[in-house]
């Protein structure tokens, strides 16, 4: 971060409700890191979930306008944007963070954790920023301190995206990116490019995983109600069996992905969660519901399983005289990071992080709703490693779990990343 800031940051302040930061770099890069790590307890220990982000909301609008930006709240919801204006002329950045937890109950003994309660699907649950949302929000709050401070020497804009709902938004409301580009959030701002990252305990503390092209699958659920007609046990063939339908559904749309998906374009799976039907053992009921889940690399493939998948359950039911309706919930699309840009940023993390704790990742199958942010502008996504030095990320309790630890050495090295990724890319396409 030397490099950016020895000729920038000459004689300048930040902007702020607290002392002004000193000139010299390394006194400004470890006066934000403390701050962020003070955030980061700080909204640890204040979970909120999706579209329930209105605490988060104020503390993040509280320090954008004490850094001197215009602040739109209620984005979304609850979501928080903000655009910073340099003064040179050059392309809109756009960086986001995630802002909304789970309903975990925290099981990690550190002095801030969480004790937050609330209801959830009528029930009362903990609250926890189990997948580490907590930390996205304080080092997009670093960056916006530090990037604020120097703005007059930018060559070009940065738009803030604090967005709520990443974790899905509450059953009959709609949220997340989604929305907020449903809302009409980059066709205000219009920004060139957007950058996002994600902590993760697979790597350890201040390693960068990237990967180009296709990072992290798509995730849409099905569900599907098998009909048939209800008799005695004894008598099968007084009715019509959904179960037995409902088995040889479940086993046959295994050959979608097998034998009916051109696998060389990306993996997929067809996974069910739930089979659920019947009352009583010598009952052979009416109906049958299933439930599962659809993840995939390609989004023509997706178009491709969901056809398909309709097809199969249908015609298996009805060979048994049974009847299959099938319901697809399209989800998070295939997260997509841009070849070039991916090309362009990679020498900018590994002066960051180290050439050699910056590595190419495995496909993830799990799903971000970034990608819909990387659907309407080039993108590009990272996972930042938190395991503490020592532990074996291999071992180490996962995102989303009670016992999810985030080693707090590696936020700077965050912070700087997402920073640096802004500052560089305007450099590089100044002007324009």
């Known amino acids: 971060m030397k490099k950016v800031f020895l000729s920038i940051a000459i004689g300048a302040t930040l902007i702020g409700s607290g002392p002004a930061l000193a000139a010299d770099p390394e006194t400004l890069l470890q006066q934000t890191e ?53 003064g040179k002329p050059g392309p809109t950045v756009a960086l986001r ?10 099981q990690v003994d550190i002095p801030f954790a969480s004790r937050a309660t ?27 301190e530090v990037l604020a401070g120097m703005r007059e020497e930018l060559n070009g804009n ?36 957007a950058f996002g990252q994600h902590v993760t305990s697979n790597l350890p503390a201040g390693v960068i995983g990237y990967r180009s092209g296709p990072l992290m699958a798509s995730s849409d659920e099905f569900r599907i109600t098998v009909d048939g007609r209800q008799t005695h046990g004894s ?73 398909k998948l309709k097809i199969t359950a249908e015609n298996i039911a009805e060979s048994s005289g049974a009847k299959a ?54 993108g590009f996504y990272y996972f930042l490693g938190v395991t503490p030095k020592g532990k074996d990320p291999a071992t180490a309790a996962s995102n989303h779990s009670p016992r999810f630890y985030v080693d707090e050495s590696a936020l700077p090295v965050g912070t700087e990343a997402i920073t640096r990724l802004a500052l560089d890319y305007m450099d590089n396409h100044k002007g324009s």
Not at 97 to 106: F, G, H, S, T, W
Not at 128 to 144: K, S, W
Not at 325 to 334: A, M, R, S
């Open 34 to 86: 403390d701050n962020v790590i003070e955030w980061r307890r700080h909204i640890h220990q204040n979970p909120e979930l999706g579209n329930r982000e209105f605490e988060t909301a104020k503390y993040i609008q509280q320090h954008l306008e004490d850094l001197g930006m215009e602040v739109e709240t209620g984005v979304a919801h609850t979501g928080v944007v903000a655009l910073l204006k340099g």
């Open 97 to 106: 963070a995630d802002m909304d937890a789970l309903p975990v109950k925290e």
């Open 118 to 144: 609330t209801e959830y699907r009528g029930e009362q649950v903990g609250v926890m920023h189990a997948c580490g949302h907590d930390t996205h929000v304080a080092m997009l709050m670093g960056a916006a």
């Open 158 to 193: 940065v738009l803030f995206v604090f967005q709520p709902a990443e974790e899905g938004a509450p059953d009959g409301e709609e949220g997340g990116a989604e929305l907020m580009l449903k809302e009409g959030l980059f066709e205000k701002y219009k920004p060139d490019v």
């Open 235 to 307: 008598r099968p063939w007084g009715g019509v069996d959904p179960i037995t339908a409902a088995a040889q559904i479940v086993t046959g749309t295994q050959t979608i992905i097998s034998r009916q998906i051109d696998i060389t374009r990306g993996p997929a799976v067809v996974s069910f969660g739930i089979i659920d039907g019947g009352v009583r053992n010598n009952i052979i009921p009416d109906s049958v519901f299933l439930n599962g889940t659809i993840r995939n690399f390609d989004m023509d493939n997706r178009a491709q399983i969901f056809d």
């Open 325 to 378: 309706t099938v319901q697809i919930l399209e989800g998070y699309p295939v997260t997509v990071n841009n070849p070039e840009l991916t090309t362009e940023v990679l020498p900018t993390l590994r002066e960051v992080a180290g050439e050699n704790r910056v590595i190419e990742v495995p496909k993830v199958t799990g799903a971000e709703d970034f990608s819909f942010f990387a659907q309407e502008v080039p």
